[in-house]
C-alpha cells in the first residue's frame, strides 16, 4: 500500500568509503533543502551544486553536492535530492539526525524498495523495469546483465514473455467466445486443446533455453596452495586488492579458509586461500587445511606457491593432497630476494595488481574453464521462476474436458500474467474477441 510522506535513505552502503549518498523524495524536498543548506534549489532542476549542510547548532556538518531533481523528472516523479556527503559512517549518522530533528511532518526512512514502488506507481517505470533493475544490480552474470539492462532501457518489449503473454490473451479470447458463442462452427474444442498444448510447448522451450544458458558455469575457481610462510595471502590479497578494497564480501576471517569473488577484462573468479602445510600444525590450522582440501574438488586451477624452502616432496604432497592433476601453474614467490633458475612464473610483492593478473595468465585460465561467457538470453531469474509457476497449470489443462474449467484455469493464468507485467485488462481480451472473431457483425 502507498504510505505518503517524504522518504530519506542512504543508497550507498553506511561504511567508511570516499562518499556516502543519500537520497530524498516527495513533496517537502525543497523545504528541506532549505532548511539544511540555507538555499533555494527550486530552479536548478537536475544541477550539480557544491553547498555547506548545517548542524541545528549551526556548525558546519559537511561541505557536499547535492543535485535537486523538480517532479515529475525524477527517478520517483516526485521532487528528489540527491546528497553525497563525505564517506564518513559518523558524518552519515548526524546527518540522519539532523534530518529527524527537522520534525518535518511525514519525514521518514524509505522502506526497502520505496522509491522504485513510487517510480512505478508514478508511472517512470514500469513494474518490470523497476525488477530489471534489481536484476542489474544483483545478476551474476553478463549475459543476465545484458538482459535486465536491455529491459529497464527499451521497456517491457523486449522481455521474453511477451509473446507468451499475447498467446495468451489470444487463447483466453478464443476461448472466451467458444463457450458464448457454442453455436459458430469456427469454435472447435480439439483445436483450442491444441493451441492450448502449444502454448505449453512454447513456455516449456523458453524455460529450458533459458535455464541452460543462465545455469552455464560463468566462474573460474582458483585457489592458492603451498607451504606457510610461502606468500600465499600476500598474493590473495594483492589479487583482489584488499588494500583498495575494490571488493567486498570477504567470506569468514578466521584462519582456516578465505575466499573473495574478483572480475577481470569481464572474468569472474573466486578465488581461495588456504592455511599452509607444515609438519608441525597447530589444531586450527590442520582443520584448516582438511576444509581446503575438501574444497578442492570445485577448483578449476591451483597456483601451487614455492620458494626455495620448498622441496621436490613438497610439491609432490601438495599434488597429492588437493587431487591436483594437471590443472597447476607453479609459481616461484619472493622473486625479489631469492635468486630462481627455473621457467617457473616468478612473483614478488611488489608488482602491481595488473602485472600479477598478466604473469599468472589469468585471462587464458578463464578461457579453458568457462566456455560462452556471454550468451544470449530472453528470461531473467525471475520471470524463469514465474514460467516454472504457470507450467504448473498443465497437467490440469491438457487433461480437462470441461471447456468452463479450462476457460478458469486459463483465466488463472492470465491474471498470472497480468500481475507479472503489472496490466493486461478485459479491455485486451474484449477487444480481441471481438476484432478477431467478428462478433456483433
Ligand atoms: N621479500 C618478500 N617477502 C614476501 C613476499 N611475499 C610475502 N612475503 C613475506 O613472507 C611472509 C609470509 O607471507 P604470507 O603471505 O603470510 O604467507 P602464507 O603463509 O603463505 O600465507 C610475510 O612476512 C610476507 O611479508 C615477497 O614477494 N617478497
Ligand atoms: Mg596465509
Redesign the pocket.
Known amino acids: 500500500m502507498f504510505n505518503p510522506g517524504t522518504i530519506y535513505s542512504n543508497f550507498t552502503p553506511l561504511v567508511k568509503a570516499p562518499v556516502i549518498g543519500y537520497r530524498i523524495s516527495g513533496d517537502d524536498v525543497l523545504n528541506i533543502l532549505k532548511k539544511i543548506t540555507k538555499k533555494n534549489f527550486s530552479k536548478d532542476h537536475s544541477l550539480i551544486r557544491i553547498v555547506k549542510i548545517y548542524q541545528k547548532d549551526e556548525s558546519i556538518l559537511d561541505e557536499c553536492s547535492v543535485v535537486y531533481f523538480k517532479s515529475p523528472k525524477s527517478f520517483t516523479g516526485e521532487d528528489v535530492c540527491e546528497i553525497f556527503l563525505h564517506g564518513s559512517p559518523l558524518i552519515a549518522s548526524q546527518f540522519e539526525q539532523l534530518l529527524k530533528d527537522l520534525k518535518v511532518p511525514g519525514l521518514r526512512l524509505a522502506k526497502n524498495g520505496e522509491f522504485s514502488y513510487r517510480s512505478v506507481l508514478n508511472s517512470k517505470n514500469s513494474l518490470k523495469q523497476a525488477k530489471a533493475i534489481n536484476g542489474i544490480i544483483s545478476n551474476e552474470s553478463f549475459s543476465g546483465l545484458k538482459y535486465n539492462k536491455k529491459l529497464l532501457f527499451e521497456g517491457d518489449i523486449v522481455s521474453g514473455l511477451v509473446p507468451l503473454r499475447e498467446e495468451v490473451i489470444n487463447l483466453f479470447s478464443e476461448i472466451t467466445a467458444s463457450i458464448d458463442f457454442v453455436d459458430d462452427e469456427d469454435f472447435n474444442f480439439n483445436q483450442i486443446k491444441k493451441k492450448i498444448r502449444k502454448f505449453f510447448a512454447s513456455c516449456n522451450n523458453l524455460l529450458h533455453k533459458n535455464r541452460t544458458n543462465i545455469e552455464q558455469k560463468n566462474i573460474c575457481r582458483i585457489m592458492l596452495v603451498?607451504?606457510?610462510?610461502?606468500?600465499?595471502?600476500?598474493?590473495f590479497n594483492k589479487i583482489i586488492d584488499k588494500d583498495r578494497a575494490i571488493v567486498t564480501n570477504i567470506k569468514g576471517t578466521t584462519r582456516d579458509i578465505l575466499s573473495n569473488e574478483f572480475i577481470i577484462n569481464s572474468n569472474r573468479f573466486e578465488i581461495f586461500?588456504t592455511a599452509?602445510q607444515r609438519s608441525k600444525q597447530g589444531k586450527i590450522e590442520k582443520y584448516g587445511y582438511k576444509k581446503a582440501q575438501k574444497i578442492s574438488r570445485e577448483i578449476d586451477h591451483f597456483f601451487v606457491?614455492i620458494d626455495q624452502n620448498t622441496k621436490k616432496s613438497d610439491i609432490s604432497t601438495l599434488l597429492k593432497d588437493f587431487l591436483i592433476y594437471k590443472n597447476y601453474s607453479l609459481i616461484e614467490?619472493?622473486?625479489?630476494?631469492y635468486k630462481y633458475r627455473t621457467d617457473n612464473i616468478k612473483?614478488?610483492?611488489?608488482l602491481d595488481r595488473d602485472k600479477i593478473y598478466q604473469k599468472l595468465k589469468l585471462s587464458s585460465i578463464h578461457r579453458k574453464y568457462v566456455k560462452n561467457n556471454d550468451k544470449m538470453i530472453d528470461l531473467n531469474l525471475e520471470e524463469i521462476d514465474f514460467l516454472a509457476r504457470i507450467l504448473e497449470y498443465e497437467h490440469d489443462i491438457v487433461k480437462e474436458k470441461d471447456i468452463l474449467i479450462i476457460a478458469q484455469l486459463m483465466r488463472n493464468i492470465l491474471d498470472d500474467f497480468s500481475f507479472e507485467f503489472g496490466y493486461i485488462n478485459n479491455e485486451d481480451v474484449y477487444d480481441r474477441v471481438f476484432s478477431k472473431f467478428c462478433i456483433g457483425k
Not at 614467490?333 to 630476494?337: A, C, N, Q, W
Not at 612473483?347 to 611488489?350: E, Q, T, V, W
Open positions: 603451498g607451504q606457510v610462510n610461502v606468500g600465499k595471502s600476500t598474493l586461500d599452509g606457491l614467490t619472493k622473486s625479489d630476494i612473483i614478488n610483492y611488489s
